[in-house]
């Protein structure tokens, strides 16, 4: 998913004015002309400049219109269900394993994650049965992170 | 005298040297892997490190770093893909040599001119850094400006890509720093009313998802893959290194200078090290149509450099805060959870701590010799784990290593954007490092510029007064200007009527 060199730009430079706008509303240092605006302002004012320095540079080399290039994997349906597994796994765990506890859920997500990369279902259930119960044992136990726990697997900590 | 055997006594416990031991296991395995770098070895790295004392802490960063850096010679030779991108410059020549059923030739000049070139780097360590940290002491709020802005631009300039596309990552991590509480004002910032924004994004899962999970996804779209390594059997690999080092002194030594002095560069790390290196070397050789044919020449020089390059990131970072790359980066970021503050008054308050550095710098280039040769050993089992097995457990492990900062489900939030960030900056070949950086040095960049404008009641003329930041205040802007400059001659009526030099 590659933006083109004046879409990259504009963005930028679009970037550039919502930080600026919205620092408008830090306080400064009392009795002083510096604070906590100053910082994003300069950062504004950079982004903006370089907005503009790469939009010129676009129209330049003959760009005129802001565009969007897919790459390869875009079109695969596959690979894009792939890519956004990824991330929904992640805000499985996020949600999940509050509620179920650590290691269902990183069992759980294991599982899931492999099988949708092709591992076998025996090799994917050994191997993330192993590795769930290697990081709770590592963090959990040895290192007192305070990963949370599932009612009927409390004798593992 | 007392003070370097202090340190001795905090590097030489069971349990320290348990830990070296351990991470250069794990370095090994991470910088075996191709597509897993040194610098995702430290970020899985940090959430371990965050329940050690100090010293074991950066024993095993610089261990693992150390160790990564030269396995990712291992894939590159034998199956033409560098584990890092470290490796990347001279894979050419190491695959030709295993094409011609020497891969052991090849990685014995990797591990041994690697180790070499670690040791070059941490002598000039220790010799050149208390020295300037002595300079460093004399600085003020405006040398320290310069300085930062100094190594953003570095940074900016020299990594891949166009300095522009370099810029957008620094500018996303400079905005990134700005988010939360701890600004000059003491105002919240970006917070939108979140408690746990008010604390600022967290360096840790920040960086694991600009490094490793924006990997996993890619892996994710490629759906892992397997590969079949050639058997190494590890005989003779140290037998004709002796040859050669006698063969190619000037080249093991120029390797190990140049790729210091870049490491020492902020913004520069051992990959751009090692391409200069091998550019460099085939420029000067006396058989340059032999590079990239199963040459160990250019082997020896740039292997000899980036690892000299890992040591040198350590000089800028330890004597005044200021990170030479994106592992020194994290470094920095561990140390200050450590409540260790790096910059001169280290080498004054906690002497003991920089010597034990020292230490587990020396120790660890030494150790790379044995644990090398296991490594070779047994490459071939470690590259025959399937991406599609390992990709999912490196996964949960982001999981854990960023709620395991804050015991807080958020670290893991934070994680997931910013892996999207880096996957999605990644996609534009707009670099991660400067992005990194900024976050890093955002903060110390906005006290110092704040404190420097309150100081000169907003003049910028103050900025130039001084002589060292009038002198590092002209460099920057040097580096700023030159490609400019370069760029605006190049786009002269003249010059674009010839198209070839445009």
């Known amino acids: 998913m590659r933006v083109t060199d004046l879409t990259l730009g504009l963005l930028t430079l679009l970037g550039g004015i919502a930080i600026y706008i919205s620092a408008l509303d830090f306080q400064a240092i009392p009795g002083q002309s510096y604070g906590a605006g100053t910082m994003p302002r300069a950062i504004s004012f950079v982004t903006v400049l370089l907005g503009l320095f790469i939009v010129v540079k676009a129209v330049i080399a003959g760009e005129r219109m802001p565009g969007l290039r897919l790459e390869e994997w875009t079109r695969s349906g596959p690979a894009l269900l792939r890519m956004l597994s990824v991330l929904v796994l992640i805000v499985v765990y996020i949600v999940v394993s509050p509620l179920l506890g650590f290691l269902p859920t990183a069992f759980g997500v294991m599982v899931a994650a492999m099988l949708i990369l092709g591992v076998r279902w025996p090799l994917a259930l050994i191997v993330s049965a192993l590795a769930a119960l290697a990081i709770q044992q590592s963090f959990g136990r040895l290192l007192l992170v305070p990963l949370p726990r599932t009612d009927f697997l409390t004798f593992l900590w | ?502």
Request: hydrophobic fraction near 55%; charge should be neutral; charged fraction near 10%.
């Open chain 2, 1 to 502: 005298m007392s003070t370097v055997m202090e340190a001795a006594g905090l590097v030489f416990q069971p349990y320290v040297l348990l830990v070296i031991l351990g991470s250069a296991a794990f370095g090994m395995f991470v910088g075996a892997i191709p597509g897993l770098t040194a610098t995702m070895a430290t970020a899985l790295l940090v959430p371990v490190t965050f329940f050690m004392e100090p010293v074991p802490a950066i024993a095993t960063i610089v261990t693992a770093t150390a160790m990564a850096i030269f396995a990712g010679d291992i894939p590159g030779t034998m199956l033409r893909m560098p584990g890092t991108p470290a490796s990347a410059a001279y894979v050419q020549d190491g695959y030709a040599l295993t094409r011609q059923g020497r891969p052991e030739s090849a990685l014995g000049a990797s591990l041994v001119f690697s180790s070499m070139g670690g040791i070059f780097g941490t002598l000039v360590l220790i010799s050149a850094s208390p020295a300037l940290a002595e300079i460093a002491l004399k600085f003020s709020s405006f040398e320290y400006f310069w300085l930062v802005v100094l190594g953003l631009s570095c940074a900016v300039f020299i990594s891949p890509g166009s300095p522009a596309r370099g810029l957008i990552s620094l500018m996303v991590g400079l905005f990134a720093a700005t988010i939360g509480l701890e600004n000059p004002a003491g105002a919240p910032r970006y917070t939108f009313g979140s408690v746990e924004l008010m604390g600022g994004i967290q360096f840790i899962p920040a960086m694991i998802g600009l490094f490793a999970v924006s990997e996993v996804i890619r892996a994710f779209i490629k759906r892992g893959g397997e590969v079949r390594p050639p058997a190494t059997s590890g005989r003779g690999i140290f037998r004709e290194q002796a040859h050669n080092l006698v063969t190619y002194p000037v080249q093991a030594l120029r390797g190990s200078a140049l790729g210091t002095a870049i490491g020492a560069l902020p913004g520069a790390g051992a990959d751009i090290a090692a391409w200069i290196s091998y550019a460099i070397s085939k420029k000067f050789s006396k058989t340059p149509e032999k590079f990239g044919t199963g040459h160990v020449e250019g082997l020896v020089e740039s292997g000899a450099s980036n690892n000299g390059a890992m040591s040198g990131a350590w000089i800028p970072a330890l004597v005044f805060g200021i990170p030479g790359d994106s592992i020194t980066a994290i470094v920095i970021g561990v140390l200050y959870v450590k409540g260790i503050n790096p910059g001169p008054m280290v080498f004054i308050t906690q002497p003991q701590m920089i010597y034990a550095v020292f230490i587990v710098f020396l120790l660890a280039n030494l150790m790379m010799l044995p644990l090398g040769w296991v490594a070779i050993k047994g490459a071939r089992q470690v590259l025959s784990i399937p991406q599609k097995v390992l990709m999912p457990l490196i996964l949960m492990f982001c999981m854990v290593g960023s709620f395991a900062i804050n015991n807080s489900v958020f670290g893991i939030g934070i994680m997931l954007v910013f892996g999207i960030i880096g996957f999605l900056m990644e996609e534009n070949d707009i670099p991660i490092a400067p992005a990194i950086l900024g976050l890093v040095l955002g903060p110390m960049l906005e006290q110092n510029f704040v404190t420097s404008m309150i100081k000169s009641e907003g003049s910028f003329i103050a900025f130039f007064e001084r002589p060292i930041a009038a002198g590092l205040g002209l460099f920057t802007i040097a580096v700023w200007s030159i490609p400019l400059v370069m760029w605006l001659l190049r786009r002269r009526p003249g010059a674009a009527s010839r198209p070839q030099d445009s």
